[in-house]
């Protein structure tokens, strides 16, 4: 069963930059799929990256492309997310998510088998 523990949250001033990363455990990585996904209070999930098994493929919300830069390292277990350009309107609780076969998360988190518990990120205005 695979675990994923979220890292690297925090306040930033907009226009700042964070680094999020999620940390597997409990079973290889490597042939899963990755994403990340957020959430504030009274809106649904939104996809906002995801990158396929083998990491030549990556998609992003409308909302972050060109900002944010997801990466996999299934050597250390690790997903990261880069997230530069930071706006208001990207405060969230942030989820990792895992899949068991290649799954766009920013379409549909249907297929979604593994989530982390989430952190916070903040951006002041």
């Known amino acids: 069963q695979l675990q994923l523990v979220e890292s690297g949250g925090g306040l930033v001033q907009s226009g700042g930059s964070l680094r999020l990363s999620c940390e597997a455990s409990?079973?290889?990585?490597?042939?899963?799929?990755v994403g990340w996904s957020r959430q504030t209070p009274g809106k649904e999930h939104e996809g906002v990256s995801c990158?396929?098994?083998?990491?030549?493929?990556?998609n992003y919300a409308d909302s972050v492309k060109g900002r944010f830069t997801i990466s996999r390292d299934d050597a250390k277990r690790t997903v990261s997310l880069e997230m530069n350009n930071l706006k208001p309107e990207d405060t969230a609780v942030y989820y990792c998510?895992?899949?068991?076969?290649?799954?766009?998360?920013?379409?549909?988190?249907?297929?979604?088998?593994?989530w982390g518990q989430g952190t916070q990120v903040t951006v002041s205005s």
């Open positions: 998510a895992a899949a068991r076969t290649n799954t766009d998360f920013v379409t549909s988190e249907s297929r979604i088998d593994f």
């Open positions: 409990g079973d290889t990585l490597e042939y899963h799929s």
């Open positions: 990158i396929s098994v083998s990491g030549g493929n990556t």
